[in-house]
């Protein structure tokens, strides 16, 4: 016997967490995007390959609010007969668009330091190459502070593992400094080496990224969750036992679908009213949840 999930009227929580969303990655964009453009001028100034770098880096990081505020966009749209589960994978895809976007960066990054190794420049206002890389700093800890927190708020791993790659963005923007500091005391070579520090640095955000998006992807979730759907269940009196639980994310809503056993001797009506309770257990322990599917069989019956 199989029962399904429903919604309950009202405003979807969900939809507040779209527009939390919008909001992190409209001001990461704004935030990133004034400090890109400010140390786009120190880099033509002082030719730092170091800071370039990290300017890259900090473009390319302001870059990845076009997906994910197209991913939040469309995860606005209702379902429809054809995608009936709503437009949440949008969501996947934009992270894969975030990880690409990480990876070119890095490339283009280590090519400019390797150059510079090659074809050396001397590295001037260094004040400004100073100052540029603070900078960088805090405007990618501010960034790194929005997504992280909303990304958690509502459970998008793209906005997570692109905050986690602003904060480390931020101490390689740091490093900048070091670079300039180096060059100061009369190593010229402190530039590119930092350059470099830098390329490794967004090659393991990248590896990080990749790993946590293409999960979800591939419909994983921390098996903590399932010991939580397994736990909220057994709230439930006349649950003999939880036979299965599957879970998938898809965009930030977790849709579950679980298996019970119930007393043989039971009435149609109360082993369905005992899947509702279920259900509402679900909904208390697990506030992202998108849909729930019970299926309930006599006990010593699941399959």
Request: aromatic letters at 8%; proline letters at 3%.
């Amino acid at each position: 016997m199989k029962h399904h999930g429903h919604s309950h009227a009202g405003i979807d929580p969900s939809i507040v967490s779209h527009e939390r969303g919008l909001w992190a990655v409209k001001w990461s964009f704004v935030i990133l995007g004034l400090t890109a453009l400010f140390q786009v001028f120190v880099v033509i100034a002082s030719h730092s390959v170091a800071l370039l770098a990290d300017t890259i880096h900090n473009i390319g990081d302001a870059a990845t609010a076009i997906p994910l505020g197209i991913a939040f966009m469309f995860a606005r749209l209702k379902p429809s007969k054809r995608f009936t589960y709503g437009y949440g994978r949008v969501e996947d895809l934009a992270g894969v668009a975030v990880v690409l976007t990480i990876l070119f960066s890095a490339i283009v990054a280590g090519y400019q330091a390797i150059n510079r190794f090659i074809h050396p420049m001397q590295v001037g206002h260094l004040w400004a190459v100073m100052v540029a890389s603070v900078m960088g700093f805090l405007g990618n800890e501010a960034v790194a502070i929005f997504r992280i927190k909303v990304g958690k708020q509502i459970n998008s791993a793209a906005l997570i593992a692109d905050g986690y790659h602003a904060r480390t963005d931020g101490w390689t923007s740091l490093a900048v400094l070091f670079g300039a500091l180096g060059v100061h005391f009369g190593y010229p070579l402190a530039d590119p080496i930092i350059g470099l520090v830098i390329t490794v640095a967004i090659l393991f955000i990248v590896w990080d990224s990749a790993k946590e998006v293409f999960t979800r992807m591939l419909d994983g979730v921390d098996p903590h969750i399932l010991d939580e759907i397994e736990h909220a269940i057994h709230h439930v009196d006349g649950v003999k036992k939880v036979s299965s639980i599957r879970a998938r994310w898809i965009g930030h809503k977790l849709h579950v679908q679980a298996g019970i056993e119930v007393g043989p001797d039971l009435s149609l009506g109360k082993a369905h009213e005992i899947a509702e309770k279920a259900e509402e257990q679900l909904e208390h322990h697990l506030p992202n949840l998108g849909n729930a599917v019970v299926n309930v069989d006599p006990e010593g019956h699941s399959h």
